[in-house]
């Protein structure tokens, strides 16, 4: 139901303005889109708003409609929402700040404004609402630019409404069918929105803006789907607010950041991540217009050898490849270029401006052919990037123009997207996009935004997400206190699920001297105790003792525990692990939005400074992410050590339902190969009911 809902607040033939002066500017923008539908205002003291008479209350309008866009304070946007939707409105945008931005008062706020609106589709609050320039409507809470836009296009999912405000009145020859600011999310956020795009066959892209991201498993779904369906999701991340809280003590947790769980998402559901926002806009221009690229070659013509070189270190960073010519067509270039232009790729096209025996800047037929000849059977994308002086009454832009018809008959020819883009991004004027666009070319501004862009629907071409079922993510938890085994506990735990621990027992302080003694080798000795996790610290621990050194090593450290205001009760006592060759980092973490994230990197006392060599992987965990995480540490042929990530994977999913944290720190990698769990932390929730 929420679903068709929302389906007719994004293409609705009807609008409600609901407040005051400032639904004019929302009304103007309505009309500026072309909206030919029913309009209303709600508002009880005027008579009229931008020209449409005001009816005093909900329960009055004529009519029931499609879409509300609410401007009131919050309290009164709470019970103009719960009128809508026992009016059986489509959905409605709220405009209205003052809610879960401002903290815990406005989070119950917005908590109240979710339930009165039911099942009404809810976009908001604190965010700016819809524009559709398919079908041209509007519901969006501020004045601007809002015209129809030829099909196919594109589709923006965007938290910040200034965005969707830059690109409405600034972007131009960009086929955005759909710009829809989400705000706060109290009830739709990025992936219902992808889930009603994904409805109309008009969006062959989607982007998305996001700082937070509170749901993972739905966004990941929407993701999955739109691959299976051969529509792209771009996305730019932005702000610095965590995904999910973090536990301070534990290794694990200092060493996940945002951005690394955040890659791991986007790798796992085949989102591909932008650098910034014009490059969000011209990966969707290519993908809208030119379409998903067949592979990840590309010929690149300027007038510019200079630029080339530009462009060809671009090209590497983004991976894209630059093929020369067949053998054949290089012959037959070179017998049709000037002897002062070497025949390469990115080519550098110094024509004169006229010939009389030869190819010219004004001769379009000859520039088609010469990009043909450079581009058949090597290129799976052509670009011609150049600078156009605008045009005038001096006609600075006609010598260059045959070259950009001349890129039609490349499209044609070759059937592969066909791009032009400026060196500066002003270096196309407005108009001279828009006949571009009209001419079924990709108009892009700026070589390295273009670049990017190329790059992007390059690797888009060789993903494979969307085949098979969707790797789902592990639910989030519940909310319960949370309690840390001591680490016998721990081991117990990691040696029933098949990880190898050190040989150990459990002693008091007085016990530990004789208990000792029943080890063949030299053995370390820790404090026991849930309450103290990093033991080393302050002094809990002591390595490779023999026999006769641990009595001294038992008091000092019951001196250093005392001083941090810590008893030593219990004293763990393990063998050492013989023969150490490296120490790595396996660690699990509750992610309110992602489930279940774990970390596999270098490890040992200093993890926090291995951060470049830890990677973030999502669980349940995906074979090709785990094998490429051991090529980068130079581990694939070490059994053990894929056995030792395997199984603490396995068991980090055997207890999502209660696990808060998991780690083994380190892991030691002997000489004879094994894997062996020299420290481990266990973090459990109490969730009532459960019976672990």
């Known amino acids: 139901m929420a679903q068709r809902r929302l389906n007719r607040l994004l293409r609705p033939r009807s609008i409600v303005f609901v407040g005051g002066r400032h639904v004019a500017s929302a009304i103007r923008t309505t009309r500026r889109a072309s909206f030919d539908g029913d309009i209303a205002v709600v508002n009880p003291t005027r008579e009229d708003i931008a020209g449409v008479r005001c009816t005093p209350s909900i329960a009055d309008l004529p009519f029931i409609p499609d879409a509300a866009l609410v401007a009131l304070s919050p309290e009164r946007s709470i019970v103009a929402v719960g009128e ?126 996001l700082e937070g991201l509170d749901d993972g498993a739905a966004l990941g779904r929407a993701c999955w789907r739109a691959a299976k369906a051969g529509v792209p999701i771009v996305a730019l991340k932005g702000g610095d607010g965590a995904l999910g809280s973090q536990v301070a003590q534990s290794h694990t947790a200092a060493i996940l950041v945002e951005s690394a769980v955040w890659r791991a998402f986007v790798d796992r559901f085949g989102i591909r991540e932008v650098s910034s926002l014009k490059a969000l806009v011209e990966t969707l221009k290519i993908l809208s217009v030119g379409g998903v690229s067949r592979g990840r070659r590309a010929t690149i013509v300027s007038f510019s050898g ?133 001419d079924g070319l990709v108009p892009l501004g700026g070589f390295a935004e273009a670049i990017e862009a190329m790059g992007h629907a390059a690797a888009l071409a060789i993903a494979d997400h969307g085949a098979g079922p969707c790797p789902e993510l592990l639910p989030p938890l519940p909310d319960a206190p949370v309690r840390t085994l001591d680490e016998q506990a721990a081991k117990a735990m990691f040696a029933a699920a098949g990880i190898a621990v050190p040989r150990h027992i459990a002693a008091t302080p007085e016990e530990a001297p004789i208990a000792a003694r029943s080890f063949d080798v030299p053995v370390a000795i820790k404090a026991l105790s849930g309450a103290i996790l990093h033991k080393a610290a302050i002094g809990g621990v002591s390595l490779s003792l023999g026999p006769n050194e641990v009595v001294r090593a038992v008091t000092r450290m019951q001196s250093a525990l005392a001083d941090h205001g810590h008893d030593l009760a219990q004293i763990l006592i393990e063998e050492m692990v013989p023969d150490p060759r490296r120490e790595i980092i396996l660690g699990a973490r509750h992610d309110p939005a992602m489930g279940i994230v774990m970390v596999v990197g270098a490890g040992g006392a200093g993890v926090e400074a291995h951060r470049g060599t830890v990677h973030t992987l999502l669980l349940p965990l995906q074979e090709a992410t785990l094998e490429h995480a051991l090529a980068d540490l130079g581990l694939t042929e070490h059994a053990a050590m894929r056995a030792a990530a395997t199984a603490f994977a396995a068991f980090a999913v055997a207890h999502s339902e209660t696990l808060e944290t998991a780690e083994i720190n380190p892991l030691i990698l002997t000489a004879s190969g094994a894997a062996i769990a020299a420290d481990a932390v266990i973090q459990l929730r109490d969730i009532e009911g459960d019976p672990r």
């Open 84 to 209: 809508l939707a026992a009016l059986g409105v489509g959905g409605s945008v709220v405009i209205s700040s003052g809610f879960r931005e401002i903290g815990a008062y406005g989070a119950d706020l917005e908590i109240r404004l979710a339930e009165a609106a039911g099942d009404m589709a809810l976009i908001g609050p604190n965010c700016l609402g819809v524009i559709n320039q398919f079908d041209g409507a509007a519901v969006f809470g501020d004045d601007v630019l809002a015209r129809q836009v030829a099909v196919p296009g594109a589709a923006i999912v965007s938290q910040s409404g200034a965005f969707m405000i830059g690109i409405a009145c600034v972007e131009r020859a960009f086929p955005l069918g759909y710009a829809i600011s989400i705000g706060n999310q109290a009830q739709i956020g990025h992936a219902e929105c992808i889930e009603a795009l994904l409805d109309d066959p008009r969006v062959k892209a989607i982007g998305l803006y």
């Open 306 to 438: 200079g630029l080339n070189g530009q462009v060809a270190r671009a090209a590497a960073t983004w991976g894209i490849e630059l093929p020369p010519p067949l053998p054949d067509r290089a012959e037959a270039l070179t017998a049709r270029l000037p002897r002062t232009i070497a025949v390469s790729n990115p080519l550098d096209l110094n024509l004169p401006y006229t010939s009389n025996t030869g190819a010219s800047l004004e001769d379009e037929e000859a520039i088609a052919d010469i990009i043909v000849d450079l581009a058949e059977g090597v290129a799976d994308q052509v670009a011609f990037i150049l600078d156009v002086p605008p045009s005038g009454p001096d006609r600075l832009d006609e010598p260059w123009l045959p070259a950009i018809r001349a890129m039609t008959q490349v499209r044609d020819r070759l059937g592969v997207p066909a791009i032009v883009a400026g060196i500066l991004p002003e270096g196309l004027e407005p108009a001279l996009r828009e006949r571009i666009l009209a």
